[in-house]
């Protein structure tokens, strides 16, 4: 079965821009590509959903290339508080079915 | 946004005895829910997905007579771990989509510890 793959951890400073990838080869044809933040002990929240090219929101933007076989989630200037583990949310095709497949999560970590 | 919760937050139970948790859609009608399970420092892993007033869908792997799925409204569902073992102890946690979005909202989780 084909994965959703992201990078384990990335670190950044505050202040920075971050770029995370999703790379899901197998994507279903009319999916969408959504991302999410999680924290210790909580549910995943909604940071973005896009389907194709680029969608931005008032937190994020996210960009999905032409094939979509991989997304970017980018965050604009990260403060500590965007500390967490972050995820993307696809669905997979697997011969005729379609299995939503959350990746395997990277934890950001913003240092002062 | 739309609220999603769980209940219980967490709970412990003896192995062999059987747990309930429920999620509901506080302000809107939830056509479908999701149930997920994570274990430490590991991703979630959907179990099975139930539309309203049909039987759940579960994921291969995913035993259905030992995680028992309702979902008999448009605002509730729940899951019922039967006969719990410690290696059932982890974070469940559901979500649930409307009729006209692709989106999922998430509910906060439950932690269940089995000992």
């Known amino acids: 079965l084909a994965k959703t793959t992201q990078p384990i951890s990335m670190d950044s400073y505050e202040g920075q821009e971050v770029n995370i990838t999703?790379?899901?080869n197998n994507i279903a044809t009319n999916d969408y590509i959504t991302w999410y933040q999680q924290f210790p002990s909580q549910g995943p929240r909604f940071i973005i959903q896009g389907y194709k090219t680029k969608v931005t929101n008032e937190v994020a933007s996210l960009f999905i290339p032409a094939d979509r076989k991989s997304s970017t989630l980018s965050l604009p200037r990260v403060s500590l508080s965007d500390t967490a583990v972050y995820y993307c949310l696809v669905g997979i095709s697997s011969g005729s079915a379609r299995q939503l497949t959350f990746g395997s999560g990277t934890q950001l970590t913003v240092l002062p | 946004g739309a609220v999603v919760?769980?209940?219980?937050?967490?709970?412990?139970c003896k192995s062999g005895t059987s747990v309930k948790i429920e999620c509901r859609s506080l302000d809107f009608q939830a056509t479908t829910m999701f149930w997920y399970r994570q274990f430490p420092?590991?991703?979630l892993m959907l179990m099975a997905t139930s539309n309203e007033g049909s039987k759940a869908t579960y994921e291969q792997g995913v035993e259905k007579d030992k995680f028992l799925i309702n979902h008999a409204s448009l605002t509730l569902s729940t899951l019922t771990v039967t006969s719990a073992h410690p290696e059932d102890s982890s974070f469940y946690i559901c979500s649930a989509s409307g009729r006209a979005s692709y989106e999922q909202y998430f509910g906060p989780g439950t932690?269940?510890?089995v000992t």
């Open chain 1, 22 to 24: 999703c790379s899901h």
């Open chain 2, 111 to 113: 932690r269940l510890t």
């Open chain 2, 5 to 12: 919760s769980q209940h219980p937050s967490w709970v412990i």
């Open chain 2, 41 to 43: 420092k590991q991703s």
